[in-house]
């Protein structure tokens, strides 16, 4: 049906659809792919800036928080550059490409291309990342898949994939709303087979989130839908394949020795042990926070002086966005890093409540967008996802996508 749908385009509009659809279908089954379609946004937007300039200028102070959101964390590692010769030209690359990935949102307002190549990317990438990491875990016997990245970020990133179907399926009607709901649960099958806990927070969160604004789904079938999330996730402790109830009392377990005093190389010992460390390198450079090498040689001093373990010296980040962020920032930088979130969350957030009051089908992206938001908070919490520029640059073009289409939202009929 797409294919038919497809040919009866122009090319144009046939790859302006494409650049919604890739991204998300690209990112757990090819390397670089979404690096790749985020520069073709900036290229774009690049060679086609009198149309860009033109129609995003109606919607500049709408967007202006989202701007303010990447621009901050780039100003501020421009002037730690600067003034920092222990600073590397290689660290402003991840502030660099999350906020060109901006033209995506400019790309979106003039071209306006359909949503529905964005859910059917996420629908798609959801199910071939989960049949990928299946294979790998349960075929290959992978005690701990990553698929073409990390376990970790693999998990996360499928989990918030599925959350976002179950925000596309207000997009969907009748039988077809299948389709997100099995993306969604594809979403939670890969992030289980990666054997990651960090995801469950944010899938608590999610289903908070969901609950509070689970009217603006509409349909007791995409209610149900949101309610599946706890449900799964509880029915894989009772199957010893996932392993999920294993690692689930590991990490209860490693929390149990780590505080008796015994072995802490364990997976949540060593989170304990640099959460600590981080707080003890917070408190000796609150405000600025410091360089890579800086950190580097102040833990060499803890290890030295007997104050942390020497397994940290093989750490390269401490494993909460938080944390990290302060270490490296101090206080500036924390903001920084909440003003990544903060900003973008309570921009879908509005547009949720101002389209509903204006008519607009705006619904799907918006709440997909704060799913991404709360997903990515949650996430952080226990890693640091913004870690790999892979993760940071999905973020960031997923949530200019979904802004260009708030921004782009039809009206909906009296009926609608």
């Known amino acids: ?24 279908f690209l990112f757990l089954i090819a390397r670089g792919g979404t690096g790749l379609f985020s520069l073709v946004y900036l290229l774009v937007a690049i060679a086609c800036w009198r149309a860009v300039r033109t129609v995003a200028a109606p919607h500049i102070r709408e967007v202006v928080p989202l701007l303010l959101a990447f621009a901050v964390p780039l100003l501020l590692a421009l002037g730690y550059y600067v003034f920092d010769p222990e600073v590397r030209l290689r660290d402003l ?11 995506a949102l400019l790309v979106v307002l003039v071209w306006r291309p359909s949503r529905r190549f964005l859910w059917w990317g996420l629908i798609a990438g959801a199910v071939a990342g989960a049949v990928f990491i299946s294979y790998q875990r349960w075929v290959l016997g992978m005690d701990r898949p990553g698929g073409l990245i990390n376990a970790i970020t693999f998990g996360d990133i499928s989990l918030c994939m599925g959350l976002m179907c179950l925000a596309a399926s207000r997009d969907f009607h009748g039988r077809a709303v299948l389709w997100p709901v099995l993306g969604a649960l594809a979403g939670l099958v890969g992030s289980v087979a990666t054997g990651t806990r960090g995801g469950w927070v944010a899938a608590i969160l999610a289903v908070i989130l969901l609950l509070r604004y689970g009217n603006v789904l509409g349909g007791r079938y995409r209610k149900g839908a949101a309610l599946l999330v706890p449900v799964l996730l509880a029915m894989s402790f009772l199957v010893p394949q996932t392993g999920a109830r294993e690692r689930a009392m590991q990490g209860v377990a490693d929390v149990e020795q780590y505080f008796a005093g015994g072995n802490t190389f364990t997976n949540m010992g060593v989170r304990l042990e640099l959460w600590h460390t981080a707080t003890e390198l917070i408190a000796e450079h609150p405000w600025l926070g410091r360089s890579v090498a800086a950190v580097d040689r102040a833990k060499q001093a803890m290890v030295a002086r007997g104050e942390a373990p020497a397994y940290i010296l093989d750490l390269d980040h401490f494993h909460n966005d938080a944390l990290h962020a302060t270490v490296f920032g101090g206080v500036v930088g924390l903001l920084a890093w909440a003003g990544t979130l903060l900003l973008p969350f309570l921009f879908f957030r509005r547009q949720l409540h101002r389209g509903r009051a204006q008519r607009r089908d705006v619904t799907a992206p918006a709440l997909a967008g704060m799913l991404l938001v709360v997903c990515y908070f949650g996430f952080g919490l226990t890693e640091v996802i913004f870690w790999t520029i892979h993760s940071s640059v999905f973020y960031a073009l997923m949530l200019f996508m979904l802004a260009g289409l708030c921004l782009t939202a039809p009206r909906q009929s009296v009926t609608g």
Do not use: D
């Open 93 to 103: 690359e991840r502030p660099v490409r999350s906020l060109a990935a901006a033209a």
């Open 1 to 24: 049906m797409m294919h038919n749908t497809l040919s009866q385009k122009p090319v144009s509009t046939v790859f302006f659809n494409s650049l919604l659809f890739a991204p998300p």
